[in-house]
């Protein structure tokens, strides 16, 4: 009986026991479960607030394409097309050229009225001369240029044309002069000839001066001081060179182009276009000179093979007008065609040539 109860107490122990154990694993799966929801709710949140921060730096990098966009836009509508600044560029140019060029020919012609006047001087009217030079001088300019004497222009020409500055420029001319220096009578005394019935010694000279010109917006000219005499100008330095080719016609070639071009100059000085056209390759090409002239010899000619049937001759001949005999230079292009020798230019020049 002892036994029983014994074993009674046993198992009912074991039972609370194993159901203490499972209150216990019930607790920890409900503890666990609480816990993984609270980590599910945290990881969402997670997820969330990643997904917002990619949202707001899509929408600040699409705002800063935007803005860069405008920006660019906003800079290319104040900048000036490249086009339209290049044309603008070249007008101004052209501009500016023009007028310059407007401005050196009317400081040429200004120059060029100036000296007729500066050059021509009547004896004893010296009043009239300074009168006539106030159209393009100052008084103070004029009381310092020395007005006595006799001169009178033949032709005036500008040659060449120098900036100083802005409003000033320097206008080279070269004018033809009669200087006229009396010539007193022997036997009587200078005050008590009449002018009427001086003479002079004249000299015709070449002068050329440096003329300074002073001018406002509107054109508007000076002479600001008394003019330069100078040098006359240089001329180039030429170093004629005549070979064309070294190889030159010679024979029986020679003679048949040479006499081509003899009936060509004939035509060409005394006949009419039509039979000058004859000889050219493009008729009309040349133009005769309508029989004015009468061809008189022609004294050398050296003709150059250029190949392919092309020659080119530099020719010395001389023709007559009115009993007076000129010495003419030229080269003459030839071609070969329809069994002749046939021109096709002519040019004034025996040196320095081109094919």
Request: charged share 35%; hydrophobic share 35%; glycine share 4%.
């Amino acid at each position: 009986m002892f036994g029983k109860n014994k074993e009674e107490k046993e198992r009912k122990r074991e039972e609370k026991a194993l159901a203490k154990i499972k209150e216990l694993e019930e607790k920890e799966r409900i503890r666990k479960e609480k816990e993984g929801k609270k980590s599910l709710k945290l990881g969402q949140k997670q997820v969330r607030l990643k997904r917002n921060t990619g949202i707001k730096i899509l929408k600040i990098a699409v705002w800063g394409i935007f803005l860069l966009f405008a920006v660019r836009g906003a800079i290319a509508a104040t900048r000036p097309d490249p086009i339209s600044e290049m044309k603008n560029t070249q007008k101004k140019f052209q501009d500016q050229v023009a007028i310059n060029s407007a401005i050196e020919e009317r400081a040429f012609a200004f120059a060029e009225d100036f000296a007729r006047e500066y050059f021509t001087l009547f004896d004893g009217k010296y009043d009239d001369y300074k009168n006539r030079l106030s159209g393009y001088m100052a008084k103070e300019v004029i009381d310092k240029v020395d007005s006595k004497g006799c001169m009178d222009v033949q032709s005036v020409a500008a040659y060449d044309f120098k900036r100083y500055s802005d409003n000033q420029v320097d206008v080279l001319l070269h004018a033809v002069v009669l200087y006229k220096v009396e010539v007193a009578p022997q036997g009587q005394q200078q005050d008590a000839i009449d002018i009427k019935n001086k003479t002079y010694n004249t000299s015709k000279r070449d002068v050329y001066i440096d003329i300074p010109i002073y001018y406002t917006s509107a054109r508007e000219m000076v002479v600001e001081d008394i003019p330069l005499m100078i040098n006359k100008p240089s001329t180039a330095s030429l170093e004629a060179d005549t070979n064309i080719s070294n190889d030159t016609l010679n024979g029986n070639e020679a003679d048949e182009v040479k006499k081509s071009l003899t009936e060509f100059f004939k035509a060409y000085y005394q006949e009419s276009q039509t039979q000058v056209d004859y000889f050219l390759t493009v008729p009309g090409s040349i133009r005769g000179t309508d029989s004015r002239y009468k061809f008189n010899s022609m004294d050398e000619c050296t003709i150059y093979n250029l190949g392919s049937k092309k020659y080119k001759a530099v020719v010395v001949l001389k023709v007559d007008d009115v009993g007076k005999t000129f010495r003419q230079q030229v080269n003459v292009n030839l071609a070969y065609k329809n069994d002749r020798y046939m021109i096709e230019s002519l040019d004034t020049r025996s040196k320095n040539l081109k094919n």
